[in-house]
Antibody, heavy 120, light 112 residues
Framework: QVQLVQSGAEVKKPGASVRVSCKAS????????MHWVRQAPGQGLEWMGV????????NYAQKFQDRVTVTRDTSTSTVYVEVTTLRSEDTAIYYC?????????????WGQGTLVTVSS | DIVMTQSPHSLAVSLGERATINCKSS????????????LAWYQQKPRQPPKLLIS???TRESGVPDRFSGSGSGTDFTLTISSLQAEDVAVYFC?????????FGGGTKVEI
């Protein structure tokens, strides 16, 4: 069965960077897009970006273009998201989410989430 | 960006009664070439990640009870829980995946 296992919670100071990992198993890693979605405490869901694991191409939400980088390591079936210049508003649960084999597909499997807390 | 607007923000339903959640998109998410609506519904229980319930506006995912149904087309969609069970207490989100960026509704909290 599809499993997405994320790295543990992080506490960072404003201005720092954070990298969250997501290890995929149970399917052919290169065939499915992988997205990152975040959820601030008590809030809704916000799409951050996506990677095509086959070729590594990425696409980001406009508000994250300058601060977010999504990468992948095909040898370990792991996807990463890095957020730089953290601010308090970045405090959220970050989810990796499997998309489909083609663009324009629902999000069918979610990681357990990684809480990132930004606090001085 | 396509704006997804859900209503109501919250609702309380008695056990066994019907719950209806509405979702409206700021532009159509119907792809005319294949007549598919690029609209999904997710369920999020406390301290859990969201779970895909319905895709393509009306296709239930494997294992989802048939009391959950989705309907609508174009810009107006509905999620119906025909007979609410205690385990259905959750927040429900709609999402369009027609145009990048994919966007979510603000969520509807369903309580007993």
């Amino acid at each position: 069965q599809v499993q997405l296992v994320q790295s543990g919670a992080e506490v960072k100071k404003p201005g720092a960077s954070v990298r969250v990992s997501c290890k995929a198993s149970g399917y052919t890693f290169s065939l499915y897009y992988m997205h990152w979605v975040r959820q601030a405490p008590g809030q809704g869901l916000e799409w951050m970006g996506v990677i095509n694991p086959a070729g590594g191409s990425t696409n980001y939400a406009q508000k994250f273009q300058d601060r977010v980088t999504v990468t992948r390591d095909t040898s370990t079936s792991t996807v990463y998201v890095e957020v730089t210049t953290l601010r308090s508003e970045d405090t959220a649960i970050y989810y990796c989410v499997r998309g489909g084999r083609s663009w324009g597909s629902p999000f069918d499997s979610w990681g357990q989430g990684t809480l990132v807390t930004v606090s001085s | 960006d396509i704006v997804m607007t859900q209503s109501p923000h919250s609702l309380a339903v008695s056990l066994g009664e019907r719950a209806t959640i509405n979702c409206k998109s700021s532009q159509s998410v119907l792809y005319n070439s294949n007549s598919k609506n690029f609209l999904a519904w997710y369920q999020q229980k406390p301290r859990q990640p969201p779970k895909l319930l319905i895709s393509w506006a009306s296709t239930r995912e494997s294992g989802v009870p048939d009391r959950f149904s989705g309907s609508g087309s174009g810009t107006d969609f509905t999620l119906t829980i025909s007979s609410l069970q205690a385990e259905d207490v959750a927040v429900y989100f709609c999402q369009q995946y027609y145009i990048t960026p994919p966007t979510f509704g603000g969520g509807t909290k369903v309580e007993i």
